[in-house]
C-alpha cells in the first residue's frame, strides 16, 4: 500500500519517467496555506532543505502564502534548516487560546510566538541565504475587506463569496494579489499579468509586515497596515488569492516546480474551496509535480484527517497538541518514502500524469 502520491503535469512526468528526479532538476517550490495543515508536509521539508539541496549555488525559488512561506522562511533563518524548521514547529504549537479570541489578540500571539524566525538576523540570512529566494504572497483587501469591524468584514467575505463564484476574474473586486520578492531575482517566475497583481521588493524594512500580512486570515486575525514597499492599504493572507499556488508558472526548459501538498486536490484560491469545478489549468501545471499522502494514509491520523484550524475550536489545548504531536511524528513516513524513491531512481515507476486534462 502506497502512502504517496507523486503526480505531475505533461512534460514533468515525461521528464521524470525517463530521467528520475533530481536536486538539480528543481527551479522552484510552492507552499500552499492552509494552516495547521503544513504539520505533515514538515517531513518532507526536513529532507529536501536539510539533505537534498545541501551545497546548492543555484537559486531556488520558493513561491508562497500563509503558513506555505512560512515553512521556507524557517527553513532558510538559520545555518541548519532543521533548526528553523523545529523553531517553527515549537512556534506554531505554542498557540493557546482563552475562549473566542479576538482577531487583534490572535495575530499578537501569533506574532509573539513566531518572533525568533522574523529578528533581525534571520531575516538578513533569509535575504541573503545562499539559495533560496522568497516570494511572499499576500492580498491586498478591496472595499468591506478592509474593514476591521467584524461584521461589516464578513458582509465583505459572503459578498467576495457570491461574485468569485461568477467568475475567479471578479476576485480583483476585493483583493489585489502583491507579491514581495527576494530582490536578486532576475527572471518572471509566472504570468502576473494573469490575475491582478503587484510585484514588491523584499527587505529587512518590511519582511515582518509582508509575512504577517501573508498569514492574516480574514475575521480570525488582524489585517496589516501599510506595507513598505507595496500599495498603501490593509494586507490578508495571501491564501485569498492563491490558496494552493495554481499559478500559471514560467518554468525553465527541464526544470520543475515541486509542490508538496496535504491534499489531492490543489484549489486556486480560499474562496474556490465551495467550487468543485474550479481548478488549475492543465497548461499550468504542465512543470508541477504534486506529492501528497493518500487517503489510506489520512485515515491512520488522528480523527483520520489532516490537522486543521478546527482543531483550536474541537479540542482542547491537551487533546490538540497530543493530535499534532502524533500526526508531526507519523509523517515521518512520508518523507522517508519520497527521499527513498527519489535516491533510488524508484520515482520514475511511481510517478503519474495529473488528471487535469
Not at 525568533?116 to 491586498?140: K, Q, W
Not at 490558496?243 to 489531492?264: G, I, Q, W
Not at 507519523?330 to 518514502?337: E, H, N
Request: contains cysteine; proline residues 6%.
Amino acid at each position: 500500500m502506497d502512502l504517496l502520491h507523486v503526480w505531475a503535469g505533461k512534460s514533468a512526468y515525461e521528464q521524470i519517467k525517463d530521467n528520475g528526479l533530481h536536486p538539480e532538476d528543481v527551479f522552484a517550490m510552492a507552499g500552499a496555506a492552509g494552516g495547521p495543515k503544513w504539520i505533515v508536509l514538515q517531513q518532507f521539508d526536513k529532507w529536501m532543505f536539510g539533505e537534498w539541496f545541501a551545497g546548492r549555488n543555484e537559486p531556488l525559488h520558493l513561491l508562497g502564502s500563509s503558513a506555505g512561506i512560512w515553512r521556507f522562511a524557517a527553513a532558510m533563518a538559520f545555518e541548519e534548516p532543521i533548526e528553523g524548521l523545529h523553531r517553527f514547529k515549537e512556534a506554531y504549537f505554542s498557540q493557546f487560546y482563552q475562549g473566542k479570541p479576538t482577531p487583534e489578540e490572535v495575530s499578537n500571539q501569533f506574532a509573539e510566538a513566531t518572533s525568533e524566525l522574523i529578528a533581525s538576523d534571520a531575516i538578513r540570512h533569509i535575504l541573503n541565504h545562499p539559495y533560496g529566494r522568497l516570494s511572499i504572497f499576500t492580498s491586498r483587501a478591496k472595499g468591506l475587506m478592509t474593514r476591521e469591524n467584524v461584521k461589516l468584514q464578513g458582509l465583505g467575505f459572503l459578498l467576495a463569496l457570491a461574485t468569485n463564484a461568477i467568475s475567479r476574474d471578479w476576485l480583483r473586486y476585493w483583493f489585489q494579489r502583491v507579491v514581495f520578492q527576494d530582490p536578486r531575482i532576475a527572471v518572471p517566475l509566472f504570468d502576473a499579468h494573469e490575475f491582478d497583481t503587484e510585484i514588491a521588493t523584499l527587505g529587512e524594512d518590511n519582511f515582518r509586515a509582508a509575512i504577517m500580512g501573508s498569514s492574516a486570515i480574514p475575521l480570525v486575525m488582524a489585517g496589516v497596515k501599510d506595507i513598505p514597499g507595496g500599495p498603501r492599504g490593509t494586507y490578508r493572507d495571501g491564501g485569498m488569492t492563491d490558496y494552493h499556488m495554481a499559478l500559471p508558472y514560467t518554468v525553465p526548459e527541464n526544470k520543475v516546480v515541486l509542490l508538496p501538498h496535504f491534499f489531492a486536490e490543489v484549489i486556486p484560491g480560499w474562496l474556490d474551496r465551495y467550487l468543485k469545478n474550479r481548478k488549475p489549468l492543465a497548461k499550468d501545471m504542465d512543470r508541477v509535480v504534486l506529492i501528497c499522502p493518500t487517503v489510506d494514509f489520512i485515515r491512520t491520523l488522528p480523527g483520520e484527517k489532516i490537522p486543521d484550524r478546527t482543531d483550536f475550536e474541537k479540542l482542547d489545548d491537551k487533546s490538540r497538541l497530543q493530535a499534532w504531536e502524533k500526526s508531526y511524528r507519523d509523517s515521518t513516513v512520508l518523507g522517508d518514502t519520497f527521499a527513498s524513491w527519489v535516491l533510488s531512481g524508484k520515482i520514475k515507476e511511481k510517478i503519474q500524469r495529473w488528471p487535469l486534462d
